[in-house]
């Protein structure tokens, strides 16, 4: 069992950034796939961002490509989603993902409880 604790949502402003951090508890961090999904008030859940177990390949969506950034530290079990030239529409609940053996959109085994993103216009 893995359990994912996200951090650093909150208000900006459009055209600003955010980082946000994803904490997992288990020991073999590195053995699993990382990403984030979003899901915005009555839209469908959407994938964001995908990192491999050694970071050497990542995976965005397209409306996120050039802004946001996913990075991981093995050697503190954390995920990353830096966030820059943030836009009203990025505005939605953030959750990070982790599965051993996913990739991309794909179905993903554990889900943190998500943190609150909201950009204002």
């Known amino acids: 069992q893995v359990q994912l604790v996200e951090s650093g949502g909150g208000l900006v402003q459009a055209g600003g950034s955010l980082r946000l951090s994803c904490a997992a508890s288990?020991?073999?961090?590195?053995?699993?796939?990382m990403g984030w999904f979003r899901q915005a008030p009555g839209k469908e859940r959407e994938f964001v961002a995908a990192?491999?177990?050694?970071?050497?390949?990542?995976d965005y969506a397209d409306s996120v490509k050039g802004r946001f950034t996913i990075s991981r530290d093995n050697t503190r079990n954390t995920v990353y989603l830096q966030m820059n030239s943030l836009k009203p529409e990025d505005t939605a609940v953030y959750y990070c993902?982790?599965?051993?053996?996913?990739?991309?959109?794909?179905?993903?085994?554990?889900w943190g409880h998500g943190t609150q993103v909201t950009v204002s216009s």
């Open positions: 993902v982790a599965d051993r053996q996913a990739w991309g959109r794909e179905e993903y085994d554990y």
């Open positions: 990192i491999s177990w050694t970071a050497s390949s990542t």
């Open positions: 288990t020991r073999t961090f590195s053995s699993y796939v």
